[in-house]
């Protein structure tokens, strides 16, 4: 092999590790800034789970746990009995609305979490808007009704603050690595 060849399969060579390597460090940087862009997401959406944990949410579900405890089976909900929170359970602000298409970038058992927690708020929200506009009527079919989204608001949002604190420590683990 003359010089001329070996000069040019080193410039061939160095061109290739110079490639890689190039390759390899965006690569990591990328690997680090996506990385670094999940524990930030993570650490936003527990700042707003731990809202959820400190809201009327939890009371309500405690409130909800004692009172079926003490109903009858398939029994209707007198007025008295009937506890509906006055204000939303969720705000068009909520940071979910920001971060919806983020949550996916989680694995799946805690994005598919996080996607349940936000399905059984919305139900709970959307049967308190009803019984809000409906129990007032004396219709005793939309009374039945009102009993029915009653019960099954207060499913919801059982099922809401149950979710709460394995939420916030799968996300914890995030951003604490």
């Known amino acids: 092999m003359n010089d001329a060849t070996l000069g040019f399969f080193g410039a061939i060579f160095g061109s290739i590790l110079g490639s890689y390597l190039t390759y390899r460090s965006t690569d990591q940087l990328n690997k680090e800034q996506q990385l670094n862009e999940l524990k930030n997401i993570a650490k936003a959406m527990d700042i707003n789970f731990e809202s959820f944990s400190n809201s009327e949410l939890v009371k309500y579900a405690e409130l909800y746990v004692k009172q079926r405890s003490k109903r009858q089976p398939n029994s209707f909900i007198s007025e008295e009995q009937l506890y509906v929170p006055i204000d939303p ?78 939420i916030r420590l799968q996300l914890k683990k995030i951003y604490e690595e």
């Open 89 to 166: 359970l969720y705000l068009p602000t909520d940071i979910y609305f920001t971060f919806k298409h983020d949550i996916s970038k989680f694995d799946y058992n805690l994005s598919s979490n996080i996607y349940q927690f936000y399905t059984d708020l919305f139900k709970a929200e959307m049967n308190r808007h009803y019984i809000q506009n409906n129990n007032m009527n004396r219709d005793s079919g939309k009374q039945m009704i009102c009993t029915i989204k009653q019960q099954d608001m207060e499913a919801n949002i059982i099922s809401c603050s149950n979710k709460i604190s394995n």
